[in-house]
């Protein structure tokens, strides 16, 4: 049952920003977007997360429709670090757990 | 530096042995979480704690055990009974439990069998 849709793979040049989209075409009004990556053999690292307005953290920015139907999350300066798995997930209030989809899986070239 | 610690970064159990993870945190939270990953899959929910002294099975506690003595502390205890232990083990945190609360995570275990 995937909540979220996102490209399996993109590249990206290291000093660029890195956009990141994803579809939750279905989301509804108490649900949340987050973003998580994962560096291969590491723990999930929560990057950013919103429900309504755009967020902005030193990580990264998130940029949510005013539909909310999708997102885009902004790496505003990529580096070599930010080869990850780059994983999207709409929760909702009530949610206690975290669900995984397949993620995008972004390098950042030199 | 605030954070969540798992130990041992790898490890390996005998048949028919017991082992236990070690997952501390100093972020003050109120809620732990212990999640299971597979390779090519995604998180799947052992076991969950909101409070010290409480804890709920997740979606596959089966062959798992937990305790929630202290507020940092979420020991998971793979028993004998788990029959495919071999995973990526991962504990989480959060202030409170809830879906606009984020969960941070610690660097896992990784359990192989010998």
């Known amino acids: 049952d995937a909540k979220t849709t996102q490209p399996t793979s993109m590249d990206c040049a290291e000093g660029r920003a890195a956009n990141l989209p994803c579809n939750h075409s279905?989301?509804?009004?108490?649900?949340?977007v987050y973003w998580y990556r994962q560096i291969h053999s590491q723990g999930p690292q929560y990057i950013i997360h919103g429900l309504k307005n755009n967020e902005t953290n030193e990580m990264a920015s998130l940029i949510i429709t005013e539909d909310r139907k999708s997102s885009t999350l902004i790496l505003p300066h990529a580096t070599l670090r930010d080869t990850a798995v780059y994983y999207c997930?709409?929760?909702?209030?009530?949610?206690?757990?975290?669900?995984f989809g397949a993620g995008t899986t972004v390098t950042v070239r030199a | 530096d605030g954070g969540i610690t798992q130990s041992p970064k790898y490890l390996f159990r005998k048949e028919g042995q017991n082992v236990t993870l070690s997952c501390e945190q100093n972020l003050n939270h109120d809620a732990m979480y212990w999640y299971r990953q597979d390779p090519g899959q995604g998180l799947r929910l052992i076991y969950y704690?909101?409070?010290?002294?409480?804890?709920q099975k997740g979606d596959i506690a089966e062959g798992y055990s937990v305790s929630r003595e202290k507020k940092e502390s979420f020991p998971l205890t793979v028993t004998s009974a788990q029959k495919n232990p071999t995973a990526f083990y991962l504990c989480?945190?959060?202030?409170?439990?809830?879906?606009?609360?984020?969960?941070?995570f610690g660097d896992g275990t990784r359990l192989s069998i010998l």
């Open positions: 704690s909101q409070i010290v002294n409480d804890f």
């Open positions: 279905t989301i509804s009004g108490n649900e949340y």
């Open positions: 997930i709409v929760r909702g209030v009530n949610d206690y757990k975290l669900s």
């Open positions: 989480a945190s959060s202030i409170a439990q809830g879906g606009n609360q984020p969960q941070h």
